[in-house]
Every structure is written in C-alpha cells, then in structure tokens.
C-alpha cells in the first residue's frame, strides 16, 4: 500500500510541476494553441553593421557584426578563414582567429586551424533585431565589482 501511494503522490506533483514550467515556458509560436495552423514568422533582419560588440565577459567568443549569408562552411571550404586566418588578416583587415584557434585540447599550438574549431559558428553567431523571448538579467561583471573599485578594496557589504 505504501509504495503505491508514494508513486501516487509523486505522479501528482511531478504534474503539477509540468504544468507550472509550461506555463513559464517563452511560447515560440505566439497565443495560438499548437493544434492550430499559423504563418511561420518573418525571418528576422540580421545585424551587419560591422561594429565589433563588446564581449559579455573575457572567453565570450565574439559575435558576427557583418553578413555571413551564402558563405561555404564545409569539409571542402571554410570561407570564415580566407579573412580570418593570419596570413589573410592584412588584405582582409579582420581580427585575427586568436591562439586558442590553433590549440588542440591538449594544449599544443598547432601550425593550422585546429579542428575543434573549424566549424566557426558553433561558437560564433550573428545577431538579428528580434526581441528576446524572455527578459535578460545578466549582469556585467564590472557592474557586480563597481562597489569594489570605488572602495579601493574589497566591498563591506
Ligand atoms: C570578407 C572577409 C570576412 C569574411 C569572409 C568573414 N569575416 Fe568575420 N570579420 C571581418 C572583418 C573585417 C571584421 C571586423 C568587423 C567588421 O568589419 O565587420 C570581422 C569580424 C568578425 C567577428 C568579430 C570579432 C570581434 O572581436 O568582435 C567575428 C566573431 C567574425 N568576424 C566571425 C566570422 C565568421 C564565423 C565568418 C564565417 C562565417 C566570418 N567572420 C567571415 C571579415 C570577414
Ligand atoms: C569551440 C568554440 C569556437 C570555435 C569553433 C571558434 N571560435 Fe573563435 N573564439 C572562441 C572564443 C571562446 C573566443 C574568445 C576567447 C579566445 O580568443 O579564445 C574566440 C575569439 C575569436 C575571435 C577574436 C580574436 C581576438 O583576438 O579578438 C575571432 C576573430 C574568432 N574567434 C573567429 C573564429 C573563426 C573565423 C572560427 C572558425 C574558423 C572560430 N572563431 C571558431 C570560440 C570559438
């Protein structure tokens, strides 16, 4: 009897929780129930201004500022390379991939691109003007330690 009524109560609850998380969950497909047929949306308008975004924190990968579309990104051409590699930075006058690009896992420096880090855009990703689903209360690090550095030490709170 005991078990069965464990098993009972946590079927209840774990239903419940469900149900709570759907509720909370950014609805990608607007109001509409998901039985009903809708337009997909327009695709949002990438950002390609080719202003260089600050990074969120110092390993951010950097995110794309300028047009990625119809580049080859595959096992024949990877043309994220032919301005980023450090022989074509000069013509290019892009940033170039930076030392942990040419690192295997090991840490050795290798004389190429390393291959955990061919596929660019695992890592780095345009941006586009839609609106976040959920609000973003990230905070910046030199917004956590400003107390720090106007006490010139460790903070008192
Ligand atoms: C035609 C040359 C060219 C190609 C091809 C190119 N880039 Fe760029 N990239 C640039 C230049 C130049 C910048 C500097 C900002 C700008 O002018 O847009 C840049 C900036 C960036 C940055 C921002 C760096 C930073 O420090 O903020 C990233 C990330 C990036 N590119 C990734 C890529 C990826 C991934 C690809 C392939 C899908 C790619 N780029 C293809 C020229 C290029
Ligand atoms: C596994 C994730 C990953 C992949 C794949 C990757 N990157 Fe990065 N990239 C990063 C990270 C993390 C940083 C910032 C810290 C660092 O330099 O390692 C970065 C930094 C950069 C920068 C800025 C360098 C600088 O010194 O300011 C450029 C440009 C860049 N990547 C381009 C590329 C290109 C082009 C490719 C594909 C050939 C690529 N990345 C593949 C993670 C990645």
């Given at each position: 009897m005991r078990p069965r009524l464990l098993f009972t109560a946590m079927a209840v609850a774990c239903l419940g929780a469900g149900a709570l998380l759907a509720q909370d969950a950014p609805r990608?497909?607007?109001?509409?129930?998901?039985t009903r047929e809708q337009a997909a949306p327009p695709m949002q308008r990438p950002i390609t201004n080719d202003i260089r975004v600050k990074r969120n924190y110092p390993d951010q990968p950097p995110v794309i500022p300028h047009a990625i579309e119809g580049y080859a990104l595959d096992l024949n051409a990877n043309?994220?390379?032919?301005?980023?590699a450090r022989r074509f930075t000069e013509q290019s006058q892009a940033p170039m991939i930076s030392v942990t690009h040419y690192q295997d896992r090991e840490g050795n420096t290798l004389g190429g691109l390393a291959p955990r880090r061919y596929a660019c855009l695992a890592c780095h990703v345009p941006q586009t003007e839609a609106r976040p689903l959920v609000d973003n209360r990230f905070v910046d690090m030199d917004v956590l330690t400003e107390p720090e550095r106007h006490s010139g030490g460790r903070s008192n709170r």
């Open positions: 990608l497909r607007g109001p509409d129930p998901f043309k994220c390379m032919s301005c980023h």
